[in-house]
C-alpha cells in the first residue's frame, strides 16, 4: 500500500486538518455519485433517442451494457444515475453475471503459454466506461471492483498508454491507433473518477497502480491530449485527493468559523477517509497546479458563440470541445485548496492569476463552471457575502450570479454555492442556447 490506508482514525485535530467541503453539495464526487440518496431526483435525458437501446438478454459485451444503461443519455458529464438507469442496474436479477464479464473484457488475459488472449482496445474502452455506469450511486460495486486483482492495474495502464500515445504523435497528424489510445484513457480516466469516490479501498488500489502519475501525465499534455481526457483526469484528481466523512454520501459539511485559518468540519462529523496526504502529492506533482490554472483561465464558456459546448449539456461527440475542462479544473483547485499549505501555490500561479481567473468563472452561464469556481473561491478564503472581482461586487446581491445558478433573490437566501445540486437539472438560463453539441 502507497504509505499505509486512508482510513482515518478521527480525532478533533484530524477534523481540523483536513476537509472536503461547506455544505453537503458540491464536491465532484458528491455532485454526481449520490450514494444512497435520491434515487429519483435525475430525470430520464434524451429519453427519446433509447428506444434502440438493447434488452437485458441482448447484453453480451460491454458495449452493449453501456448502451443498455446510458439508455439514450449521451452527455458527457451526467449528474447521476438516471431513474431509467437505477432500475435498469439494480433490478435486474443477472447483472452480476454482466459486471463479471466486463471485469473480464478491462483485464489483460494470457495462456498458460504466454500468449496474450487480452480484449481488443475498443472492448476495453467500452469496458472502462461500463464501470464507471456500475459505480455511480453504487458503493456496493465500487467495494466489488477493489477486490479485484487487475482492474486498477488495468485501467491505469490505458490512461498512461494513452497520454504517451499522444506525446509520441505529431498533433497535426491524426492516427487512428493514437484516437483509440486516447478514447480508452478518457473513458478509464472518468472510470478511476466514479471508483475513487468515498471508497477508501479503490483509492489505495489506484495510487498503488501509479494513478497518480498516468492522471498527471495526461492532465499535462495540454497541447497533445483532447479535452475531454484532460477534463476526466482533473476530476479524477479530484475524487482521489478529497476527504469524506461519516455521513450516508461520505460528504464533509465545512465552513470557516472565526478567525481560523483552517476549514472547520460541521458538528457532529467526523473524517473517515482523509485525503490530505494525495492533495499532497497531487500538488507536488510538476506541472499540476500550473495546469488546473490554465484551464480555469481558459474558461468561462461563451455566451456569444453558440458553436461551444456547454460543459453541462455536451454531448459524448464533443470530447475535444475546450471548453469541457475549466469546470474540472476548478474542482480540482477545490480539493486542494482544502488544505492550508496549498492555498498559496495556487493563488500565486501563473503570475497570481488564479483568482481573477476563477472569478471569471463563477459569472459563466454554465452551473458547472460558476458552481465549481465558487467553491473553489471559498475553499482558498476569497469568499464571501461580497466578492469583488474585476471591481465588480459577485455574491448574494449580483443579479448575474442569481440568473445563473438559478434563485431567484427575492425568494431565496443564496449559500456560497447556490441551490442544492441533487435536485438541480442544470438550468440554462439564456433561452438562446440548446448546447449539446451532437
Keep these: 500500500m502507497h504509505g499505509g490506508s486512508r482510513l482515518a482514525r478521527p480525532s478533533p485535530q484530524q477534523g481540523m486538518r483536513v476537509s472536503s467541503f461547506l455544505f453537503p453539495l458540491l464536491s465532484v464526487g458528491s455532485l454526481f455519485l449520490n450514494d444512497g440518496l435520491n434515487t429519483t431526483a435525475a430525470p430520464d435525458y434524451n429519453a427519446t433517442n433509447a428506444t434502440d437501446a438493447p434488452d437485458f438478454d441482448e447484453l453480451n459485451t460491454s458495449a452493449t451494457l453501456v448502451e443498455y444503461l446510458r439508455y439514450g443519455d449521451v452527455r458527457i458529464v451526467r ?35 504466454g500468449v496474450d488472449v487480452s480484449a481488443e482496445l475498443s472492448a476495453r474502452t467500452s469496458a472502462s466506461e461500463a464501470i464507471t455506469l456500475l459505480a455511480i450511486d453504487n458503493p456496493e460495486f465500487r467495494e466489488r471492483a477493489a477486490r479485484s486483482t487487475c482492474v486498477f492495474g488495468a485501467l ?18 491524426t492516427l487512428p491507433e493514437t484516437t483509440a489510445a486516447l478514447l480508452a484513457a478518457e473513458a478509464a480516466a472518468e472510470a478511476v473518477w466514479a471508483l475513487a469516490n468515498n471508497s477508501a479501498e479503490c483509492v489505495d488500489g489506484l495510487l498503488d497502480a501509479g494513478a497518480l502519475d498516468a492522471l498527471v501525465g495526461m492532465l499535462t499534455a495540454r497541447f497533445v491530449a483532447p479535452a475531454r481526457a484532460r477534463m476526466w483526469s482533473a476530476a479524477a484528481l479530484q475524487t482521489l485527493a478529497d476527504s469524506y466523512c461519516d455521513t450516508s454520501d461520505g ?41 488546473l490554472v490554465d484551464a480555469v483561465c481558459a474558461g468561462p464558456v461563451s455566451e456569444e458563440d453558440l458553436d461551444i459546448p456547454l460543459p453541462s449539456l455536451a454531448s459524448i461527440h464533443s470530447r475535444e470541445a475546450p471548453s469541457l475542462v475549466a469546470w474540472a479544473a476548478a474542482s480540482a483547485l477545490r480539493t486542494l485548496a482544502i488544505s492550508p499549505p496549498l492555498r498559496n501555490p ?3 500561479a501563473r503570475g497570481v492569476v488564479a483568482e481573477q481567473c476563477l472569478c471569471n468563472l463563477t459569472l459563466s452561464v454554465d452551473p458547472l463552471e460558476s458552481t465549481m469556481s465558487r467553491a473553489a473561491l471559498y475553499h482558498l478564503g476569497r469568499d464571501g457575502s461580497l466578492l469583488w ?45 440548446h ?4
Excluded at 82 to 111: D, I, N, S
Excluded at 259 to 267: C, I, P
Excluded at 275 to 287: I, L
Aim: with cysteine; aromatic share 6%.
Design 79 to 113: 449528474p447521476g444515475a438516471a431513474t431509467t438507469v437505477l432500475r435498469r442496474r439494480r433490478e435486474q436479477p443477472h447483472m452480476a453475471v454482466r459486471e463479471r464479464r466486463v471485469l473480464r473484457e478491462l483485464c489483460p488475459a494470457y495462456t498458460a503459454h
Design 435 to 438: 448546447r449539446g453539441l451532437d
Design 346 to 348: 495556487i493563488l500565486d
Design 251 to 291: 460528504e464533509c459539511a465545512w465552513r470557516w468559523d472565526g478567525g481560523s485559518s483552517q476549514l472547520q468540519l460541521s458538528e457532529g462529523q467526523r473524517v473517515l477517509i482523509d485525503g490530505a496526504d494525495v492533495r499532497r502529492r497531487v500538488a507536488a506533482a510538476p506541472g499540476v497546479i500550473d495546469a
Design 389 to 433: 472581482c474585476g471591481g465588480e461586487t459577485m455574491g448574494g446581491d449580483d443579479p448575474r450570479w442569481f440568473a445563473n445558478t438559478g434563485i431567484d433573490p427575492e425568494r431565496e437566501v443564496a449559500s456560497p454555492y447556490g441551490k442544492n445540486f441533487k435536485d438541480f437539472n442544470w438550468p440554462v438560463r439564456d433561452p438562446r442556447i
Design 156 to 173: 491505469v495502464s490505458l490512461i498512461d498508454n494513452g497520454w504517451r500515445a499522444a506525446v509520441a504523435t505529431d498533433p497535426q497528424v
